[in-house]
């Protein structure tokens, strides 16, 4: 190949013993002398077979998980395409870090599978997988359309709530949340936990009195939750209004309401508060030796019937209203 111009200048400054009939060792021996700075030269940017690494993906994933570099050969000078590198993928579940994260089978895919056109209405709700060991789980969470009920909801996913069901005018019963009221609804009917300080000393010295009389005394009823007062409140005024009603879509709050009018024994309509309430009364019957009297003995310890010779008494510890402390014994709805 001729060799012209300024190739010919730069040849002879720099080429000297070189066989100027090798064109290629003519040109990678000019090239090494002048750094690759000559473009009419052409240098080549590699030596043919050379091979370096390389990694096209994001460097903090190189090494990584399922990641791994290439391989780049050197071919008539120039670099050829990298060969053999492995780039992050879409993590799947198959025991792998396929996206070089550095974490394995981090997924949670969501599923439905309920029919198409309900996830999401009503009840409806999607669920996940959980990938373990590089296998997915059954559909965890999932919620699918149900037979429809007269619940409020929209159970079978329609889109429509409670088709089909008749509403009672009249709305169920509040829920018991309060736990002491709890534990009388459940037939714990003696409660002192919410007597104040000085009705339990009242209930004390009239429990040791009576018995230092030789007598004996049953307490029936001593603090009532407030919420508990307002729950036999309720079932009074809800047994008054379906007691009046045939409306065939009341029946089933009817007859838990009928049960608990019956099972609480109601007599007239509590009212919203009361001494018991208020943790200063308390309800009791006893026997005593003739000559006794319980007022006499209930006076010893601060306490007082409301309604003379009233049996089973109510008993209120003395002057409520003038020292605002609760102390009652013996009281009722």
Request: net charge negative.
């Amino acid at each position: 190949m001729e060799i012209r111009g300024q190739q010919r200048l730069l040849l002879a400054k720099w080429g000297a013993g070189v066989d100027v009939v090798n064109y290629s060792a003519l040109i990678t021996h000019v090239c090494h002398i002048i750094g690759n700075k000559v473009d009419e030269w052409q240098c080549p940017s590699c030596s043919n077979g050379q091979t370096i690494s390389c990694y096209s993906g994001a460097s903090e994933t190189k090494g990584v998980g399922e990641c791994r570099a290439g391989t780049q050969t050197c071919t008539n000078g120039q670099w050829g395409a990298c060969q053999g590198e492995v780039l992050p993928t879409e993590e799947i579940c198959d025991g792998l870090d396929n996206n070089c994260n550095g974490l394995v089978d981090d997924i949670s895919p969501i599923c439905y599978t309920g029919p198409a056109g309900t996830q999401g209405i009503g009840i409806c709700k999607t669920g996940t997988h959980v990938c373990e060991n590089g296998i997915l789980s059954a559909c965890i969470g999932v919620v699918t359309p149900q037979e429809e009920v007269c619940d409020g909801l929209d159970n079978n996913c329609d889109g429509t709530t409670d088709e089909g069901c008749t509403t009672c005018a009249v709305s169920p019963l509040t829920p018991l949340t309060d736990p002491l009221a709890i534990r009388m609804e459940n037939g714990e009917t003696v409660i002192y936990d919410g007597l104040t300080t000085a009705m339990q000393q009242s209930v004390d010295c009239f429990s040791d009195t009576v018995f230092n009389a030789g007598g004996t005394l049953n307490i029936t009823s001593a603090y009532r939750p407030l919420q508990y007062q307002q729950h036999l409140r309720e079932v009074w005024d809800k047994y008054d209004l379906l007691e009046n009603t045939s409306d065939p879509a009341c029946d089933e709050l009817k007859s838990e309401v009928r049960e608990e009018f019956q099972r609480h024994r109601l007599r007239y309509r509590p009212a919203r508060t009361s001494r018991h309430t208020a943790g200063t009364a308390i309800d009791a019957s006893w026997n005593l030796p003739a000559g006794q009297s319980i007022d006499a003995l209930a006076n010893r310890c601060v306490l007082s019937r409301p309604v003379a010779n009233d049996c089973p008494a109510r008993l209120f510890r003395n002057n409520y209203f003038e020292f605002k402390v609760s102390p009652t014994r013996f009281s009722s709805l």
